[in-house]
């Protein structure tokens, strides 16, 4: 299920934070808003909208969430500013998010396990000296890694070199239109 409206919202305000246009407030007011019915990034898959949404809106959310730190207001310019590679990852970002494309990649967890912890998850860990814990990190970066060989992940979310390489032609942006 593709839903152009809020993927156009979510590119428009990932852009607008990342080049420092907005703060990492207003990038989470203007979100809750436009795109995850009220709920803020990292806690959007909480919400019973997250289950059924446009797959391709839950992972770039909680990735826009580990760009910036959410304790305090600021802009992503001076020391926050985003380094070369993370811009160029999230113009490929918006690029999808203006396509017509479905997200085919398997759903990944990728915070930390300790956000999503339930207080079962918390006592395990405590019994068994953290074991626990570290045996959840390994089953992330297993299934991390089982993902990325289910197609050309440098170009993630595109699911392949063709796929970015055809959207490309169609840019949204700087076409001379």
Same mark, same amino acid.
């Given at each position: 299920?593709?839903?152009?409206?809020?993927?156009?919202?979510?590119?428009?305000?990932?852009?607008?934070?990342?080049?420092?246009?907005?703060?990492? %407030? $207003? @990038?989470? &007011?203007?979100?809750?808003?436009?795109?995850? /019915?009220?709920?803020?990034?990292?806690? *959007?898959?909480r919400s019973k909208e997250s289950k059924t #949404?446009?797959?391709?809106?839950?992972?770039?959310? !909680?990735?826009?969430?580990?760009? /910036? +730190? &959410?304790?305090? +207001?600021?802009?992503?310019?001076?020391?926050?500013?985003?380094? #070369?590679?993370?811009?160029? !990852?999230?113009?490929?970002?918006?690029?999808?998010?203006?396509? #017509?494309? !479905? /997200? !085919?990649?398997? *759903?990944? %967890?990728?915070? +930390?396990?300790?956000?999503?912890?339930?207080?079962? %998850?918390?006592?395990?860990?405590?019994?068994?000296?953290?074991?626990? *814990?570290?045996?959840?990190?390994?089953?992330?970066?297993?299934?991390?890694?089982?993902?990325?060989?289910?197609?050309?992940? $440098?170009?993630?979310? @595109?699911?392949?070199?063709? #796929?970015?390489?055809?959207?490309?032609?169609?840019?949204?942006?700087? +076409?001379?239109?």
């Amino acid at each position: 299920m593709i839903d152009k409206g809020r993927r156009k919202k979510l590119a428009m305000h990932l852009r607008h934070l990342s080049v420092g246009q907005i703060s990492n %407030d $207003e @990038f989470e &007011d203007r979100i809750t808003e436009d795109v995850t /019915y009220g709920w803020l990034p990292r806690q *959007y898959y909480r919400s019973k909208e997250s289950k059924t #949404d446009d797959p391709v809106i839950r992972p770039i959310l !909680e990735y826009s969430w580990c760009l /910036y +730190n &959410d304790t305090y +207001n600021h802009k992503l310019k001076g020391r926050h500013k985003l380094a #070369d590679e993370q811009l160029k !990852e999230i113009a490929r970002f918006i690029l999808f998010l203006h396509s #017509d494309l !479905e /997200y !085919e990649w398997t *759903y990944i %967890d990728i915070t +930390n396990p300790l956000m999503r912890f339930s207080f079962t %998850d918390m006592l395990k860990s405590i019994i068994s000296f953290g074991l626990h *814990y570290k045996n959840k990190q390994l089953e992330r970066v297993e299934e991390f890694e089982k993902m990325k060989c289910e197609g050309d992940f $440098e170009y993630w979310p @595109f699911k392949t070199i063709l #796929d970015f390489k055809r959207q490309l032609e169609y840019q949204p942006f700087l +076409n001379a239109k």
